[in-house]
Each structure stands twice: as structure tokens, then as C-alpha cells.
Nanobody
Framework: QVQLVESGGGLVQAGASLRLSCAAS?????????MGWFRQAPGKEREFVTAISWSGETTYYADSVKGRFTISRDNAKNTGYLQMNSLKPEDTAVYYC???????????????WGQGTQVTVSS
């Protein structure tokens, strides 16, 4: 079993930055897992934000965050990160960390989910 624990969410003003972390643990987790971030706003479906391959060489971003968000990982620490800059009120959502044995682009491809962390951006 794999456990993912997010941290770093909070309440910020528009234009500010936040960095989310996702600590992975568990007997079966290894750096060969791809990692990703999704978000879910009230009344909306969970949506893809970004993903990174196990090596870190491949990344992919939703158009809505491209140029503002950066995903990274530190395999020595089994931790993934999401740096969010120039935050907008429409970025307000619960952000979920995800892990899978293959590259993640949709919720159906996710093997493990974190519990989520709230990000609120005020205007």
C-alpha cells in the first residue's frame, strides 16, 4: 500500500505563491511511480493540473496553469512538489496528490490519492 500526504495549502491573496508538498510512503512505493496533482473546486469535477514522470524528465500541464505552476520531485525523499505562482481566485480548490505506475493524465490512471489540501485564493 502507498500513502500520500499533502501539505502546504492555505489562504493567500491573488498574485501570491504557494508550494505544495506530497510525501509518499509505503512498502510498495518506489521512485518508479509517476506523480501528479489534481484539483477539485466546490460543485465541480476533479480536474488534472500537472504530472511528472518517475525520472522527472517529462512533465505535462493543464493549459490553465501552464507558465504559472511547476511540478518537481525529489526521489531521494520520496516527495513531490507543486510550486504555484501568480495565483488567481479561480485556482481555489482542494488539491490532491496522485501516484501511479504509469504517467498520469486522467483520474482513471491514478493508483493512489492523497487526502487533499485546501488552497484558497482571495481577490
Amino acid at each position: 500500500q502507498v500513502q500520500l500526504v499533502e501539505s502546504g495549502g492555505g489562504l493567500v491573496q491573488a498574485g501570491a505563491s504557494l508550494r505544495l508538498s506530497c510525501a509518499a510512503s509505503g512498502r510498495t512505493f518506489s521512485s518508479s511511480y509517476a506523480m501528479g496533482w489534481f484539483r477539485q473546486a466546490p460543485g465541480k469535477e476533479r480536474e488534472f493540473v500537472t504530472a511528472i514522470s518517475w525520472s522527472g524528465e517529462t512533465t505535462y500541464y493543464a493549459d490553465s496553469v501552464k507558465g504559472r505552476f511547476t511540478i518537481s520531485r525529489d526521489n531521494a525523499k520520496n516527495t513531490g512538489y507543486l510550486q504555484m505562482n501568480s495565483l488567481k481566485p479561480e485556482d481555489t480548490a482542494v488539491y490532491y496528490c496522485a501516484a501511479a505506475r504509469r504517467f498520469i493524465l486522467t483520474t482513471k490512471q491514478v493508483d493512489y490519492w492523497g487526502q487533499g489540501t485546501q488552497v484558497t485564493v482571495s481577490s
